[in-house]
């Protein structure tokens, strides 16, 4: 949790709705977990304390005002009945807390019909429900909803607040990566990889670069223009080689690694899956 977050937490000044974007999808998992828990923790501060019963529950998953809303029936958008059945959940009472949290993940699965429908919620949410939206960026989000949240960003999509040498060291090797995925040779791709048993500590920064260039494809692929990354070379490049079902596998297998960086620390195993993670998406 970052000072801001952990100010407004601590004060119990929480916006109603929070963005987070950024960073990867299982660091906003868990940062949205964190603050649920937070919201509905019965202990002393700084909360979450972690070891009263409502902390318990919500760590094991089974806290009754702790909601997760995403794509149902194996989807990959979350509907606009979805929305609805979440707004109709949001107007009954919490069950055992004071608060009843919902974590809407991924946000940017929603088209704008669902997006909408959100927004009659946000514009009169009840007092008790706070609504945490989990997204690879805002800009997937209508202008109309953010107006309604408050935006916190997990890691600055170009790096405000890291050190300007190093993010520009991980979106080169990212670059790199692209590169050889675009070449589509397995060798290439040893190559671009080989530089971070070195530096392992830019593996995740240049993950997220990478994601956010598969992101970048897959949105040109859809006709898009906005390329965050700015990297608009390397991503043409990948959105005119590979179909959307293969960048879809792309995006899963990097944010795969990047969860399993911080769960295991074997270096070379780390590496060698997302060789063969990211060569199993055939062009
Ligand atoms: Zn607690």
Avoid: W
């Amino acid at each position: 949790m970052n000072e801001q977050l952990r100010q407004a937490v601590d004060a119990d000044r929480l916006p109603h709705a929070c963005v987070l974007e950024g960073g990867t999808a299982e660091g906003r998992l868990k940062l949205a977990k964190e603050l649920a828990a937070a919201l509905v923790c019965k202990g002393d501060a700084p909360k979450p304390c972690g070891t009263c019963d409502a902390c318990r529950k919500a760590e094991s998953g089974n806290h009754p005002d702790i909601l997760f809303v995403g794509p149902e029936n194996g989807r990959k958008t979350l509907s606009v009945e979805t929305v609805r059945n979440m707004r109709d959940d949001a107007y009954i009472l919490p069950n055992e807390a004071d608060r009843k949290v919902y974590i809407i993940d991924p946000a940017d699965s929603m088209q704008d019909y669902a997006q909408n429908a959100l927004l009659k919620i946000l514009e009169e949410p009840p007092a008790y429900a706070t609504f945490l939206l989990l997204c690879t960026s805002k800009a997937s989000l209508l202008p109309t909803v953010l107006s309604r949240t408050a935006v916190f960003s997990l890691t600055p999509v170009v790096g405000a607040d890291r050190d300007g040498e190093t993010v520009k060291k991980a979106q080169e090797l990212a670059q790199d990566i692209s590169a050889a995925l675009n070449s589509g040779s397995q060798t290439k791709l040893l190559a671009a990889v080989a530089p971070f048993e070195k530096d392992y500590d830019l593996l995740p920064l240049a993950l997220e670069q990478l994601e956010l260039m598969l992101r970048d494809a897959l949105v040109v692929k859809a006709g898009g223009t906005k390329i965050l990354s700015g990297a608009d070379g390397t991503v043409k490049a990948l959105a005119g080689l590979y179909a959307d079902q293969a960048l879809l596998s792309m995006v899963e297998a990097v944010e795969d690694i990047s969860s399993a960086i911080t769960l295991h620390a074997n270096k070379n195993l780390t590496l060698s899956r997302l060789v063969s993670r990211l060569s199993a998406c055939e062009q």
